[in-house]
């Protein structure tokens, strides 16, 4: 990253919504170094202030359940200034469109969807003119996968949302979303080492780019986002060629 990023984010609040692991935290790492002041938000305390430990002192940290309308208004009146706001928590539930229990498929609108909605909207009070809103979806929203059809659909509607609050937001406040492929994250860590290697190798032999993503790689794309100004409405795809694979 050159001055430019720096410039533009010297002393800018930067409030990231899974900020404690993955994409979310790698975001962070970056920010800091340019010179934001930056609060990573999630539901998990505990591993809130690993991440902090990893990231650095001058992180701030804040709990927060999305899924907690009320919470979510208590904690967006307490944040301050804030110049960006990044939400790039997630949840994923896979299953076949007639094997995926409807509690599960209603959990991850809820998780993915609804509460990046409600956090957006409670913290817009508190972002100044001209900040940025920067969401997350994911590469099923327009190359489904199968077992994967409710994860694709609540993607899409992330990406609606998206173009939806750029043109209402327009003049206020900039908003954008990131799409990424497979990204080598901590939401892998369930699976056996063995297996998700070979997973890893599989897809990423499929992409033009011969490899899956890096946390790293998606935190560009985010920092990016926030600081281009002339960019609104868009969703940018950094997903190692996944789109146009064979």
């Known amino acids: 990253m050159n001055t ?3 410039t533009a984010l010297a002393n800018k609040h930067v409030v990231i919504v899974g900020g404690s692991s993955g994409m979310g935290k790698a ?3 970056l920010a800091l ?3 934001a002041k930056v609060t990573i938000a999630s539901r998990n305390t505990a591993k809130l202030e690993a991440a902090a430990t990893e990231i650095g002192s001058a992180v701030q940290v804040s709990t927060l359940d999305m899924t907690d309308e009320v919470g979510v208004k208590a ?3 307490k944040l301050g200034r804030v110049d960006h706001l990044v939400i790039s928590a997630s949840s994923a539930a896979h299953g076949t469109f007639t094997d995926l229990p409807t509690d599960q498929l209603r959990s991850m609108f809820e998780a993915k969807f609804t509460g990046p909605y409600v956090t957006a909207r409670q913290v817009l ?3 100044t ?3 940025s809103i920067t969401f ?3 590469v099923l929203s327009r190359r489904p996968s199968v077992g994967a059809t409710g994860l694709g659909a609540v993607n899409a509607a992330v990406e ?3 173009k939806g609050l750029a043109l209402e937001l327009g003049g206020r406040a900039r908003v954008n979303c990131i799409s990424p492929g497979m990204v080598d994250t901590e939401a892998y860590k369930e699976m056996p080492q063995q297996a998700r290697d070979a997973m890893y190798d599989e897809v990423g032999g499929s992409l033009p780019v011969g490899r899956v993503g890096q946390a790293e790689d998606i935190a560009q794309a985010v920092i990016m986002a926030m600081t281009n100004d002339y960019l609104s409405g868009a969703v940018l795809d950094v997903d190692g060629g996944h789109l146009v694979r064979a």
Do not use: H, I, Q, R
């Open 129 to 131: 003119d001209g900040g």
């Open 33 to 35: 170094t340019l010179g």
């Open 4 to 6: 430019v990023f720096e």
């Open 27 to 29: 975001t962070a790492k």
């Open 136 to 138: 997350f979806s994911g």
């Open 125 to 127: 009070p508190s972002l």
């Open 75 to 77: 904690w967006a009146g």
């Open 160 to 162: 609606a949302l998206t």
